[in-house]
């Protein structure tokens, strides 16, 4: 099965592996239809994919990652509406960089907590930015958000399209490329690193290990990462609001980890899949009640499968092997 391990055993991509990507293609084709539906749920992929990275991972506890994802956001943004920047490359470079500059910044003073600490003051700095969203107006279009935002056609060919076609394959491939950097991260001996301070954070220090610098590392790589998801979000929307810098979405994002597997790396593929086309089958038979449906469905997944539903799948497998 599909699971996190060392990273000795785990450096050749296997079967199982491919299939997410066969299963995007078939979408394509299949269900055109549901192809900006589609490119949200991947949106979210890599949203989830940045968030385990640094808890599932590192370990590092917080409920503000939702801050990354909207600077990356309104970094593409202003870029189009106020600079005139439509070149779809240049506002992901540039959104990936703003976000783990802040990353850099921010988790060099956080990083130095701990546990309730640490939690809150990741709280506190997405308040802050929210609040510096909502007043710099002239900037961040305020409370309006800032509409209109201007995308130049993929590779100079290809127009985003009402239908979704375009974003949905720019989306995968944005996706399948940082899919392939993050898991040869976590096989790396980088990557058993963060296991093991995950694991066992004095006995990393005992041995002599840059437990502070690699924790900066890897929350700088997941800003980034959390960076260009706002960006695809903003390019395939073509608006960004306050809204990508809410509790609601660092709460929806952690919410979509726990459903996947945290520390799965194919977790963060399940879990916003799951999430999100549950939310939206139950938004259209229950409009005001469809969060009630979703909250029993994390407390099954909660009460019955401890590793989320990847975890669950492997038990599964592993007792029909079971003689």
């Known amino acids: 099965m599909i699971r996190s391990g060392s990273y000795s055993g785990h450096a050749r991509i296997g079967i199982m592996e491919a299939l997410p990507w066969i299963a995007a293609i078939a979408v394509y084709f299949l269900l055109p239809e549901y192809l900006s539906l589609g490119a949200r749920i ?13 808890l599932g991972y ?12 909207g600077i990356g956001a309104y970094t593409a ?22 976000s783990a500059l802040f990353g850099l910044v921010s988790g060099a003073v956080i990083l130095r907590t701990r546990n309730l600490t640490l939690l809150m003051l990741t709280l506190a700095i997405t308040a802050i ?7 710099a107006s002239s900037l961040t279009g305020g409370a309006d958000g800032l509409p209109g935002v201007q995308v130049n056609p993929f590779f100079g ?25 993050v898991r040869r991260l976590i096989y790396s001996p980088f990557g058993a690193m963060l296991t093991g301070i995950r694991e066992n954070t004095p006995r990393m220090h005992a041995l002599g290990a840059p437990v502070y610098q690699r924790l900066l590392i890897v929350y700088t790589i997941s800003a980034g990462i959390a960076g260009i998801a706002g960006v695809l979000m903003t390019q395939v929307t073509q608006s960004v609001g306050l809204n990508v810098l809410t509790f609601e979405v660092a709460g929806d994002v952690l919410v979509m980890l726990i459903l996947g597997g945290v520390g799965r ?13 549950a939310q939206d089958l139950l938004a259209k038979q229950f409009p005001e009640y469809w969060s009630f449906g979703v ?18 799948v492997d038990k599964i497998v592993d007792r029909a092997r079971t003689p």
């Open 42 to 54: 991947m949106i979210f992929i890599l949203f989830t994919l940045s968030l385990d990275l640094i």
């Open 58 to 69: 590192a370990g590092i506890i917080t409920l503000g990652h939702s801050v990354f994802l």
């Open 77 to 98: 943004g202003i870029l189009s509406v106020k600079l005139n920047v439509n070149d779809p490359f240049l506002q992901l470079i540039a959104g990936c960089l703003t």
């Open 129 to 135: 930015v929210y609040e510096i969203g909502n007043k």
């Open 157 to 181: 060919t290809f127009e985003f399209d009402l239908w979704g076609r375009t974003g949905y394959v720019y989306c995968a491939i944005v996706l399948f490329v940082i899919w392939f950097v």
């Open 265 to 277: 790396i194919y977790g963060a593929f399940v879990g916003p899949v799951v999430y999100m086309v």
């Open 295 to 312: 909250g029993i469905l994390l407390v099954l997944v909660v009460f019955f499968a401890r590793g989320g539903i990847l975890g669950l």
